[in-house]
Structure formats: C-alpha cells, structure tokens
C-alpha cells in the first residue's frame, strides 16, 4: 500500500513563497513518476507539475511556469513543490500524485495514488 502525505500548506500573502512536500511510503520513491495537481473551488482538478522518476524531465502548467519549481529526493523517499511569486489564483487544496509510469502524465485519471491534500490560500 502506498501512501502519500502532504505538508507546508497555509496562508500567505500575494507575492510570498511556500514549499510543499510529499512523503511517500509504501514503496520506493524512485519507481513512480510523481504530479502535483490543484483544486480551487468549483474547479475542476487541474495538472500543477510532475517530475519523471528519474528527476531528469519537469513539465509545468503555464500558468505556473517560471514561479514554481519541482523537485524530488529519492533518497529521502520526498516531493517538493517550491512556489513563489504566489498569486490569489493559486489558492485552492494541492494535491500529490504518483504513478507507475517513467514519464510524467498531466491527466489526474493516469496517477494511481493520491494524498489527502494540504491547502494554500494566496491573499491579495
């Protein structure tokens, strides 16, 4: 069984930062490739970044694009989700995701674990 949890979430002002990270357990880190996704409410849950198993390929929503960074610690069995430059849009629960797959997916139906989610609140 693997389980994901997610922690750093809170409440920042616009323009601030804030790290989140996901511990894995279970399995190892390094046999998944792992997302970050996001739902703010009334929304559908949206592709944020994921990162390939190996660390070696990151893919971004544009809309994050230049102010998040993705990164991964296997050894560490941990996912981070570096945010800065936050804005009020980003606000919403951030989710981890891993799947059994080399490459990175963006679609939420590909991942097959999820964690509970940490929420990020962005005030203008």
């Known amino acids: 069984q693997v389980q994901l949890v997610e922690s750093g979430g809170g409440l920042v002002q616009a323009g601030g930062s804030l790290r989140l990270s996901c511990a894995v357990s279970?399995?190892?880190?390094?046999?998944?490739?792992m997302g970050w996704f996001r739902q703010a409410p009334g929304r559908q849950r949206e592709f944020v970044a994921g990162?390939?198993?190996?660390?070696?390929?990151?893919h971004y929503a544009d809309s994050v694009k230049g102010r998040f960074t993705i990164s991964r610690d296997n050894a560490k069995n941990t996912v981070y989700l570096q945010m800065n430059s936050l804005k009020p849009e980003d606000t919403a629960v951030y989710y981890c995701?891993?799947?059994?797959?080399?490459?990175?997916?963006?679609?939420?139906?590909?991942?097959?674990?999820w964690g509970q989610g940490t929420q990020v609140t962005v005030s203008s």
């Open positions: 995701a891993a799947e059994t797959s080399a490459v990175v997916a963006r679609r939420a139906n590909e991942y097959d674990y």
């Open positions: 279970g399995r190892t880190l390094s046999a998944y490739a």
């Open positions: 990162i390939s198993w190996s660390g070696g390929g990151t």
